[in-house]
């Protein structure tokens, strides 16, 4: 089946600094990434839709200067928290699609294993 | 946008009985609806999914329903096992997914 990786599995860094997550489809081609964030016992929160080759489009509430996506190939998405906060931590899960969402069809998404930052 | 909303948030039975999460949505648009099972500190992983154009959708012990009319559908077990005890998730979508709050399932041997 298909396999999402995510990298790191999990990062603590001090507060101010920025982190980097990679989210990759090991064997397909994703049109599209999805960003979600996790707090403890509660549901997964899109925070953003990622299609390779365009800018992210992120949900209400989101910032996208601290969230930076960039979905440089069919295969790679990465999401850059910056000047990190202790209220970042979460644990961040991305998602991948294989097939085209341009006409409301929607493909399986399959789940990376998750990050968990840690902001101190 | 997509409202998903679920219900219960927790759900005990005993070992062999069956459970039944019930999810309702709000947009008329949306047109597939997976569930997820999600253990404690992993990724969710896929159980069984229902496209708009069917109502029903069986897999060994899981079954889905979907009433488009009353925009709900349900995640059915039967046999419940300890093993099917994590958090439950089920999610619509137009195009993008929408997750409910989720129902953390024990089965009790």
């Known amino acids: 089946g298909a396999v999402v990786s995510q990298h790191p599995s999990w990062v603590i860094c001090k507060s101010g600094t920025s982190v980097k997550i990679e989210c990759r489809s090991l064997?397909?081609?994703?049109?599209?990434m999805f960003w979600y964030r996790q707090f403890p016992k509660q549901s997964l929160m899109l925070m953003a839709t990622s299609n390779e080759g365009s800018k992210a489009t992120y949900e209400q509430g989101v910032e996208k200067d601290k969230f930076l996506i960039n979905h440089a190939s069919l295969t790679l998405s990465t999401l850059t928290v910056t000047s990190a906060h202790p209220e970042d931590s979460s644990f961040y899960i991305c998602?991948?699609?294989?097939?085209?969402?341009?006409?409301?069809?929607?493909?399986?998404?399959?789940f990376g294993p998750g990050t968990r930052l840690t902001v101190l | 946008g997509e409202n998903v909303e679920q219900h219960p948030s927790t759900l005990s039975v005993q070992e062999g009985d069956s459970a039944v999460i019930k999810c309702t949505y709000s947009?008329?648009?949306?047109?597939?609806f997976p569930w997820y099972k999600q253990e404690l500190g992993k990724r969710p992983q896929l159980i069984i999914d229902i496209r708009s154009n069917v109502g029903e959708k069986k897999d060994q012990r899981i079954a889905v329903t979907l009433n488009k009319t009353a925009k709900h559908f349900s995640l059915h077990i039967t046999e419940t096992q300890p093993e099917d005890s994590a958090v439950y998730f089920c999610?619509?979508?137009?195009?993008?997914?929408?997750f409910g709050a989720g129902t953390r399932l024990t089965v009790k041997p």
């Open positions: 947009d008329s648009a949306s047109n597939y």
């Open positions: 998602s991948a699609v294989g097939g085209s969402l341009l006409w409301g069809s929607t493909d399986t998404q399959y």
């Open positions: 064997d397909f081609q994703a049109t599209t």
């Open positions: 999610a619509a979508s137009p195009n993008d997914m929408r």
